[in-house]
């Protein structure tokens, strides 16, 4: 049986799960901050949201919500300055923060400048823990968090056979990847697990057989984001390419 907090969405191809992704990304702010006064989300980074994000960006998207109720988190980072074409900020900033009103002191990077790595995350878990209302187990409580999926079946910077997979003690660390010979900053499931929502977007024929495994009912699981098993729902945003091995009676 597929994970009942799972939602599953799809569409012809990424340009059409763009669309549906950014009509449910302004669906969750206008709930959050008609509920709350506020919407705590935090972004992934990759190439598969940049759609998203231009769409977001467009007046007649950018005009549904009151921006200055926004607050804005990455939910990893490739610890790279943020004018460095890797950075997920940057990347962010392009496409969508440069082009909508929201306040300066809205916006949340994972700091890049400290000597280590390790630094960047503590900080970071401390200003996200000033602003984000946190669970009991002081946890926070993100209205929304995006994630994408790589063709490993990592998701954020948690990636297979890492030290982060077993963090169950802070909501952002810094870790180590062995096979990008980089280090990354990221938020750890504690985190990502005590989201409101969840969305992931999966675009294209490479992640196809990885997600047949993960959408399967009963699968075991082999890939960090079967791990993401949030208090919310997880929606799945995926292109008919990505979706192509799904066996349609398992879900
Ligand atoms: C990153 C992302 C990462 C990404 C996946 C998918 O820093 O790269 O946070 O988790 O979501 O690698 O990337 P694509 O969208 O480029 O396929």
Request: glycine share 6%; charged share 20%; aromatic share 8%.
């Amino acid at each position: 049986m597929l994970d009942p907090r799972y939602i599953l969405h799809t569409d012809a191809d990424l340009a059409a799960l763009s669309q549906s992704a950014a009509l449910y990304w302004l669906e969750q702010a206008q709930q959050a901050i008609e509920q709350r006064g506020v919407f705590h989300v935090a972004l992934t980074g990759g190439s598969t949201p940049q759609p998203l994000y231009r769409l977001l960006a467009r007046p007649d998207m950018t005009e549904r919500i009151d921006w200055s109720c926004v607050h804005i988190f990455i939910g990893d980072e490739r610890y790279v300055a943020h004018d460095h074409p890797d950075s997920n900020f940057g990347m962010a900033r392009d496409c969508l923060l440069d082009h909508v009103s929201i306040p300066e002191g809205n916006i949340h990077p994972i700091p890049t400048h400290y000597e280590h790595a390790c630094e960047a995350a503590e900080q970071y878990a401390n200003l996200i823990n000033a602003i984000v209302p946190l669970s009991g187990g002081q946890a926070p409580i993100f209205d929304l968090i995006m994630l994408g999926m790589g063709d490993d079946g990592h998701t954020a910077s948690l990636f297979p056979g890492t030290d982060i997979l077993r963090c169950d003690d802070k909501s952002v660390a810094a870790v180590y990847v062995e096979k990008l010979a980089s280090w990354r900053v990221s938020m750890t499931y504690p985190c990502l697990n005590q989201a409101r929502q969840i969305m992931v977007m999966v675009s294209g024929g490479s992640k196809a057989a990885i997600l047949a495994h993960i959408l399967q009912k009963d699968s075991e699981t082999l890939y960090p984001i079967q791990a993401v098993l949030p208090t919310g729902e997880v929606h799945w945003f995926i292109d008919h390419a990505a979706a192509s091995q799904l066996d349609q009676s398992s879900f």
